[in-house]
């Protein structure tokens, strides 16, 4: 069974920045699709990035310009940098492989934006 385990979330003022990390098990990373999402307080979940096995990346409008999905192959790691955080950011971040029809979930990491 693929775990995942996200890392580098924080609190940070409005303006700053995060680096999250998601380690994953497994021997498949390298032919999966890799994702994350995101799921503030009393709002529904939000998808915020993906990346495919090939590298292709696509964003949410609410973060594009501002977030940065990438992957490491070697290390089964997926990573979303996010620069000029802001308050509406605010949310648990959870990363998501998905593989044919299998999809498996992180159990998040808290990001805090202050203003």
């Known amino acids: 069974q693929v775990q995942l385990v996200e890392s580098g979330g924080g609190l940070v003022q409005a303006g700053g920045s995060l680096r999250l990390s998601c380690a994953a098990s497994?021997?498949?990373?390298?032919?999966?699709?890799l994702a994350w999402h995101r799921q503030a307080p009393g709002k529904q979940r939000e998808w915020v990035a993906v990346?495919?096995?090939?590298?292709?990346?696509d964003y949410a409008d609410s973060v594009k310009g501002r977030f940065t999905i990438s992957r490491d192959n070697a290390k089964n790691t997926v990573f979303l940098q996010m620069n000029n955080l802001k308050p509406e950011d605010t949310a648990i971040y959870y990363c998501?492989?998905?593989?044919?029809?299998?999809?498996?979930w992180g159990q998040g990491t808290q990001v805090t934006v202050s203003s």
């Open positions: 990346i495919s096995r090939g590298g292709t990346m």
């Open positions: 497994g021997s498949t990373f390298s032919i999966a699709a």
């Open positions: 998501t492989l998905v593989q044919g029809p299998m999809q498996y």
